[in-house]
């Protein structure tokens, strides 16, 4: 089993963690810029953060065999602090390094004035360097901050297949299906979505357009839960080709579109996606 997990914070993880995922068969990752749980005062971290994400992170993981990409942009937590809206300014000095490979996490926290207008400026961004979108639904009042969310990507003008709305579950697939827009599920112990209910969405909607993902972070979670949710998959029927969608060539087809995925000396990669480009030699 080959799994490409693609929202998972190892800023927050151990070197064990990426051993373990190794062994679980984690070939490739992205990881997303996020709050980091202590607010940031001054865009200097940001870029401190983001210098990070593109240089330590990758070599951690290079350490394991697992291809380590990434997302920037100023998470919706934060762009409610007057003190880091200048990280808008930062972002295009990011966005042009090969090894980003979209904008991210964008969206919704509070569903704030603030937060509309650094969302609405960053998918801005993901149009102008012909980048892939990372959106961050509300852990609160998620129906209404997903459908608000689809309204603003409607009006930025980014077409809807190069985005990717996260965080979802039972309730609000349908209306990101319905949009066009590729469904993101977080799988967790405690909360969002567990292996058994991930299985049942996909028995339903199907591997279409979907991305599962272990979002692990400072909080509790489990890296390895992509791997059980392929397992389930498998013990509920599904064949190890509909794994291998799910858990490796969706992420690579979503993500190719940036042209920026390295995914080479790991393998038995399939790298022809329509519409997508995948990046054959070293970043």
Avoid at 182 to 191: A, L, N, Q, R
Avoid at 257 to 278: K, P, Y
Wanted: glycine share 8%.
């Amino acid at each position: 089993m080959r799994i490409f997990d693609p929202h998972i914070h190892m800023t927050s993880r151990t070197t064990d963690d990426y051993e373990a995922m190794a062994a679980a068969g984690v070939r490739a990752i992205v990881e997303p810029a996020f709050w980091l749980g202590q607010p940031r005062t001054n865009p200097g971290s940001f870029a401190d953060y983001f210098d990070s994400l593109i240089g330590w992170e990758p070599y951690r993981a290079s350490q394991f065999g697992i291809r380590h990409h990434a997302t920037v942009a100023l998470n919706p937590k934060e762009a409610n602090d007057p003190r880091c809206t200048a990280v808008l300014d930062l972002l295009p000095r990011y966005l042009a390094k090969d090894g980003v490979v979209a904008v991210g996490e964008i969206g919704y926290d509070s569903m704030t004035p603030a937060e509309d207008e650094a969302f609405a400026a960053q998918l801005a961004l993901a149009v102008e360097y012909e980048l892939p979108a990372l959106v961050h639904t509300p852990h609160r009042d998620k129906a209404r901050g997903t459908e608000r969310t689809l309204a603003v990507v409607a009006e930025s003008g980014i077409a809807p297949g190069r985005v990717v709305v996260d965080h979802l579950n039972e309730v609000t697939i349908g209306l990101v299906r319905e949009s066009g827009c590729w469904m993101g599920f977080s799988i967790y112990p405690d909360t969002k979505m567990s292996p058994p209910r991930m299985v049942e969405i996909l028995k339903e909607y199907g591997p279409e357009r979907i991305l599962v993902n272990s979002a692990a972070d400072w909080g509790r979670s489990d890296p390895l839960l992509t791997r059980a949710t392929g397992e389930a998959m498998l013990a509920a029927g599904f064949t190890d080709d509909d794994v291998d969608r799910v858990l490796w060539r969706n992420p690579v087809e979503f993500y190719g579109q940036s042209g920026r995925l390295d995914l080479s000396d790991i393998g038995d990669v399939d790298a022809t996606f329509e519409g997508s480009s995948i990046k054959r030699g070293g970043s």
